[in-house]
């Protein structure tokens, strides 16, 4: 269950109200600027592009899966401690609570010219580290069931399915950015209820997370 639940907050990622919007520019490095797309090459650079923040994230997930490990003996404080947290980024994210650090956006100063698979993998590395506001609750969220897992393992193969569900319509959208331009003007146009489902999303697992309802529905359905 939380491999599905991952990966269903890198989807809920994608179409953030940073991210969507941005995605014909991103389409636009995939092709190489190219007026006659090439499928194969485009393919290629979309799936550098998801390599390069997969990476990153997976090492997130190393690292929170390794800390939780480290406070196993306090599994109980660290769910408590885990769902308060998710509780607070789905406040912030259905705009109940508004949080600073979650409204800023790192910049580092790399200017990329992704047109090579290298470039298209630094891109996605850049990604990774600049879009918080994008990636922040829901990535958050992720580490923090990463570290109520208490193995590093765990926790890598959770930021894993992340990155899947964040990657694969990013990939998508490269083959097919024409056919889909009707459905990002659906979502456009429901930006606020969309991010007011998706914030109360996170507070029911954060809360499930606290009462350990989570572990057990997770046990049940193993």
Same mark, same amino acid.
């Given at each position: ?127 990774? &580290? %600049?879009?918080?506001?994008? *990636? +922040?609750? $829901?990535?958050?969220?992720?580490? #923090? !069931? @990463? ?57 029911? &697992? %954060?809360?499930?997370?606290? *009462? +350990?309802? $989570?572990?057990?529905?997770?046990? #049940? !359905? @193993?």
């Amino acid at each position: 269950m939380q491999y599905l639940v991952t990966f269903l907050e890198g989807m809920i990622t994608f179409i953030s109200p940073c991210v969507l919007p941005m995605i014909p520019v991103y389409v636009l490095y995939f092709t190489g600027g190219e007026q006659g797309r090439r499928q194969g090459r485009t393919l290629l650079r979309a799936l550098c592009f998801v390599a390069g923040f997969t990476l990153l994230f997976i090492a997130l997930g190393v690292f929170a899966g390794t800390l939780g490990a480290l406070v196993l003996r306090y599994q109980r404080a660290v769910n408590v401690l885990c769902g308060l947290v998710m509780i607070a980024f789905g406040l912030h994210y259905a705009g109940f609570l508004r949080m600073g650090f979650l409204d800023k956006t790192v910049k580092p100063g790399v200017q990329v010219q992704a047109k090579g698979y290298a470039s298209c993998l630094l891109l996605g590395a850049v990604f990774a &580290v %600049g879009w918080s506001p994008c *990636t +922040g609750p $829901f990535l958050g969220s992720a580490m #923090m !069931l @990463a570290a109520g897992q208490g193995h590093a393992l765990s926790g890598m193969v959770l930021l894993l399915c992340y990155s899947l569900g964040l990657g694969v319509p990013f990939v998508l959208c490269a083959l097919l950015i024409d056919q889909f331009k009707g459905a990002f003007d659906w979502i456009k146009r429901h930006y606020g209820i969309i991010n007011r489902v998706c914030g109360v999303f996170l507070i029911i &697992v %954060g809360i499930m997370m606290m *009462t +350990g309802l $989570f572990a057990r529905l997770s046990s #049940m !359905l @193993a």
